[in-house]
């Protein structure tokens, strides 16, 4: 058995952590490209949402270059992602493809189910083994996370552009390498002490400016363009409210860490909407009223066609909170000149308006 994926940001590492632990082969498919992308949107139904043509252009890679097992999440939400699986192993096979899928309904069967997935992939690895190998690469995920929060950080204010980005690069092959929690805590330690050690420029003040929408668009950064490196470049500091270990907290132990961060924004949206609506809707609504004075502004990410995040687009008009939103459709006809220039146009009305409301406060 060769098992595949397909790509969500950099959970790759943590895969091949607990796969490689358990002597699991895998076969992993190239990061998102242009390639992947003219593969899945080739073979998916043209109105589909772009994680669905990212997914199955990786898939289809990964089995191109031999892999005869599919991983892949499943689940019984409201959007299309609950028939993505089922959808997708159709094509495939339409395609003449012979592969076996295992999809594991996440949001379920939680730990447990994860637990015995792996431990079925595995051939029936001892569970002591399969457990200590979940909780490396659920470590190495909250490493990578929490370095990445101080990139955004040291991003905006570097002095030589680059330098936080390419650390964090660093970083995640250190942290791909740790073969055991000590290795993940030094790798861990070090990359944050470098980073703390970035020349920055002290003097400068930047615009906080948070990062959320759709779960898929938000974490890969071939279908967002980057855009939390570009807002970097333009000295903006990143907030995301996503990332993929708090996600793997609340879909695999939910209840265990109290009041969670996605109940927040649920109750924060409750004036404006009070139930979900299916992928990432009802949280994109709380976030524009828990943020709105915290933050000078938000880049809302969305998929085109996607129906949660169109309904949560249509709602926050109507939010009494007083932040600007800059909406980004992202699909196959994206193109990075034109994200660039309306991020420019979006930080340069940030900065006015901080400035005239600067100056409003002192006159
Ligand atoms: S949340 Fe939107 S983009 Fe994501 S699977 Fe559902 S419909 Fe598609």
């Known amino acids: ?17 607990l796969f490689r632990d358990l002597g699991v082969d895998m076969v992993i498919a190239p990061p998102n490209n242009k390639h992947s992308l003219t593969l899945g949107v080739k073979h998916s139904p043209e109105f589909v949402c772009l994680p669905f043509k990212l997914t199955l252009g990786n898939m289809i890679e990964g089995l191109e270059l031999g892999g005869d ?43 447990v189910g994860v637990a015995r997935l792996v431990k079925r992939l595995s051939g029936g690895a001892p569970l002591s083994k399969v457990i200590a190998a979940i ?13 990445e929060r101080a990139v955004h950080r040291v991003r905006a204010i570097e002095i030589n552009k680059g330098i936080a980005t390419k650390l964090f690069q660093e970083a995640i092959n250190a942290i791909d390498y ?52 570009e807002l970097g470049k333009l000295g903006v500091e990143v907030k995301r409210s996503l990332f993929v270990s708090h996600w793997t907290k609340f879909s695999l132990f939910l209840n265990a860490f109290g009041v ?6 649920h ?22 009223v828990l943020h709105a004075h915290s933050y000078n502004g938000l880049v809302h990410l969305s998929p085109f066609t996607c129906m949660p995040e169109i309904i949560a687009q249509n709602i926050m008009p109507s ?15 994206m193109g990075r000149a034109g994200m660039l220039t309306r991020l420019e146009a979006f930080v340069d009305l940030l900065h006015r308006r901080r400035s005239a409301s600067l100056a409003g406060a002192l006159g």
Request: charged share 25%; with cysteine.
């Open 319 to 333: 939010i009494k909170a007083d932040i600007p939103v800059l909406t980004l459709i992202s699909d196959e006809q």
């Open 135 to 147: 909780r490396l690469g659920l470590a190495k995920l909250s490493a990578m996370d929490d370095i």
């Open 69 to 111: 097992t599919i991983i892949m999440a499943a689940g019984s939400g409201l959007c299309r992602f609950g028939y993505y699986a089922k959808v997708q192993e159709r094509i495939l096979r339409d395609l003449g493809y012979e592969f076996d899928m295992v999809t594991t309904a996440l949001f379920e069967s939680k730990i």
């Open 1 to 17: 058995m060769k098992v595949t994926w397909p790509h969500l940001g950099h959970s790759d590492i943590v895969l091949k952590s």
């Open 260 to 265: 969670t961060e996605k109940e927040k924004t």
């Open 178 to 229: 740790a073969s055991d929690m000590s290795g993940l805590k030094k790798a861990k330690m070090d990359y944050i002490a470098q980073l703390n050690d970035v020349a920055v420029d002290t003097k400068i003040d930047p615009l906080k400016v948070g990062v959320m929408g759709e779960f898929y668009v938000v974490l890969e950064p071939f279908a967002n363009m980057d855009v939390e490196i």
């Open 267 to 288: 109750r924060a949206a409750m004036p404006y909407l009070k139930r979900d609506v299916g992928g990432d809707g009802w949280e994109s609504v709380g976030e524009v």
